[in-house]
């Protein structure tokens, strides 16, 4: 006999809604989320409840007893994408998952069992992974899907791994708590059968000549004689996390706490898969606006929270926002493997930020791409020595160590400039003949000098006699 797991999320779209818990006025206000067809509420918080205000309510007699009461339309199809994203976020430590639209997940523990030795380990693992998403759960096994359906749908929130025990705790439930059609219900409880007990004490082949074939098909995959089919789900291998904001936010500054909740769902999704991420895209839902893109950069790949909320408040301050934003979404552009770090022992401490660290601070500060480095080439002309490159690429050319070894400024002018005053040259010549091959030829004697005010300076002497600064020695 196989052995299943529901999990019920009662409240998962007002749980996808952010708002502050340490802010004291957001915690205070009553929120409903109320189905625009029948106008009742079907998710409520705990503030509202306490109000007053019943699950089943009309929203007119809820208003009358909360003033400032927060309604938000239901829609099922932001549940069902948040409950896609649950399942993505369980699949990391459990397999066999099947999607229930639009707050139901279920998920087959037999197989799970043997991995983590027994039904307490496996519960545990599972439990803790599903409270960093903060989702209100009803859970239950069950000895088929419907049974666990059943009982997690009823809040039972038990994990039972024996059979007998899980047949006989169903049978107390009435028939409106069952995945029958109400007609079908109704039909049985004219003629008695109010419980399940009721319902399965009748022999198959009486209810098979009594009712329809959909009854006994529910009744033989209630008791698990019938196979139940399913789909597993089968995620792909990418994050993207959305969050929707209780209140709108007009300040660019308050989206740092909603960045947090995601900012600790990627870092867990990174540790469990030893990855790091090296670029992350932050899409900005603005009402009326239309959404609005913002990428952050690691040069060295992270995956800790706290070194992507720092990375994302400097790249945060030049962002302008044209409208209100309602909702946020976080989503992986590019991540590695993480590489192993070698260090020296002997090295001691150098500081507490790494090189690229520091050039992950420069970008988010100001921005990426005046943040450069330079390489060093084969060309012996000095304008051509160097050349830009960003400074997380991983340069492997190999240059000539007869270049190294000149004497060359720190300071190079992008242009030369006209010697106009009296200097002492102390070495020198060199001379450069090159360029030929691309039309950028030069013919140059190069010498060191020192002026009057002690500055030591590169020169060189056209063919023409002419002499010009090229560069200072620091």
Not at 24 to 41: K, M, N, S
Not at 220 to 228: C, D, P, S, V
Request: hydrophobic share 40%.
């Amino acid at each position: 006999m196989l052995l299943w797991l529901y999990l019920h999320f009662p409240t998962l779209q007002l749980d996808t809604l952010f708002h502050s818990q340490d802010n004291d006025h957001a915690t205070e206000v009553a929120v409903t989320i109320v189905d625009g067809r029948r106008h009742e509420v079907v998710q409520a918080n705990q503030y509202a409840l306490e109000q007053g205000v019943k699950l089943g309510m009309g929203l007119g007699s809820a208003a009358a007893l909360c003033q400032d009461l927060q309604v938000h339309p239901y829609d099922p199809e932001m549940e069902t994408n948040r409950l896609s994203d649950i399942a993505q976020w369980l699949y990391m430590i459990t397999s066999d998952i099947c999607l229930f639209p639009p707050n139901g997940l279920l998920i087959k523990v037999t197989n799970m069992l043997s991995l983590y030795d027994g039904i307490d380990n496996y519960w545990s693992t599972l439990y803790a992974h599903l409270n960093h998403l903060e989702v209100e759960t009803y859970y239950s096994t069950g000895q088929s899907p419907y049974s666990a359906m059943l009982m997690a749908k009823q809040g039972k929130n038990w994990i039972e791994p024996q059979l007998p025990r899980l047949k006989h705790a169903i049978l107390g439930y009435s028939l409106t708590c069952t995945e029958l059609p109400h007609k079908q219900v109704e039909k049985l409880q004219r003629v008695g059968i109010q419980t399940i007990d009721d319902l399965l004490v009748l022999p198959l082949p009486e209810v098979a000549k009594r009712f329809d074939i959909d009854l006994v098909n529910y009744v033989g995959r209630l008791t698990g004689q019938f196979k139940h089919p399913v789909e597993f789900y089968h995620p792909a291998e990418h994050f993207s996390q959305y969050l929707e904001l209780l209140f709108d936010i007009e300040n660019i500054d308050w989206l740092q706490k909603p960045l947090t909740r995601l900012f600790k769902q990627l870092e867990v999704f990174l540790k469990l898969r030893d990855k790091v991420a090296f670029e992350l895209q932050l899409t900005l839902h603005q009402r009326d606006y239309g959404d609005r893109a913002v990428n952050f950069h690691s040069a060295q790949g992270d995956y800790l929270a706290t070194k992507w909320q720092a990375l994302s408040k400097l790249t945060l301050e030049n962002v302008q926002l044209d409208g209100a934003v309602s909702g946020l979404t976080l989503s992986i552009v590019r991540a590695e493997e993480t590489q192993v770090n070698e260090h020296d022992l002997f090295d001691g401490v150098k500081g507490n930020q790494t090189s690229l660290e520091l050039i992950s601070t420069l970008q988010a500060k100001l921005g990426l791409q005046a943040v450069t480095s330079l390489k060093l080439t084969d060309d012996p002309r000095p304008e051509f020595a160097t050349q830009p490159m960003m400074p997380t690429a991983n340069d492997k050319t190999e240059v000539n160590a007869h270049l190294l070894k000149k004497l060359r400024p720190s300071l190079l002018y992008p242009n030369p400039v006209l010697l106009e005053q009296r200097v002492s040259v102390i070495l020198g010549p060199e001379r450069i003949i090159s360029g030929w091959w691309d039309g950028h030829d030069i013919k140059r004697d190069y010498y060191v000098a020192r002026n009057e005010q002690g500055q030591w300076l590169w020169l060189f002497r056209t063919e023409d006699k002419q002499w010009f600064i090229h560069g200072l020695f620091s």
